[in-house]
C-alpha cells in the first residue's frame, strides 16, 4: 500500500536526519523524500522527476548552497507549492530567524533540541500533529 502522506525533509545534518527519519518512517504511513541543501530542495520541489509533490515541508535554515530562508522564500512565490506548509526546524533560537520564518509564510517554527531524545520527541510530536490534519493534497 503505497502512502498517502509525503514529507520532504531538508536537511544537512546527518545524525538529525537519522533521528528525523525515525518519527516518520515507524510506523508507516509517510514517504520521505530528502534534500541535503537548499539547492536540492528547490530543485525536488520545482521540477520533481516523477510527479512528487509533499504534503509537508520540514526546513533546516542552516544549509549550503541556498538557506533555508531562500528556500521558503521561493517556495511561496510558487502558486503550485506555496499552500504546502512548511516547518522551520533550526538550532536557531534568535528572534529575527523566528519572525523572518514567519513573515516568509512557515507554517510553524521549532528550535531544534540539542538532545537526540528530545529531537526525536519533537519529531513524532510533528508528525502525531500532522498525521491528525488535513495536509494540503494537490
Not at 80 to 91: C, L, R, T
Not at 96 to 117: H, M, P, R, T, W
Request: glycine share 2%.
Amino acid at each position: 500500500m503505497k502512502p498517502q502522506k509525503r514529507v520532504l525533509i531538508a536537511e544537512d545534518n546527518l545524525e538529525d536526519i537519522k533521528l528525523i527519519m525515525r518519527a516518520f518512517r515507524h510506523p508507516r504511513g509517510w514517504e520521505v523524500r530528502l534534500a541535503y541543501d537548499g539547492a536540492e530542495a528547490l530543485d525536488l520541489l520545482i521540477h520533481p522527476a516523477d510527479s512528487w509533490r509533499p504534503n509537508l515541508i520540514i526546513l533546516n535554515l542552516c544549509m549550503p548552497k541556498i538557506s533555508g530562508h531562500e528556500v521558503l522564500r521561493a517556495i511561496k512565490k510558487l502558486p503550485d507549492i506555496a499552500p504546502i506548509p512548511v516547518i522551520v526546524w533550526s538550532v536557531s533560537c534568535a528572534h529575527s530567524d523566528i519572525d523572518l520564518s514567519y513573515e516568509l509564510g512557515a507554517a510553524v517554527y521549532f528550535s531544534k533540541s540539542v538532545n537526540s531524545k528530545d529531537l526525536v520527541a519533537q519529531a513524532r510530536t510533528i508528525r502525531k500533529f500532522f498525521d491528525r490534519s488535513q495536509l494540503y493534497d494537490q
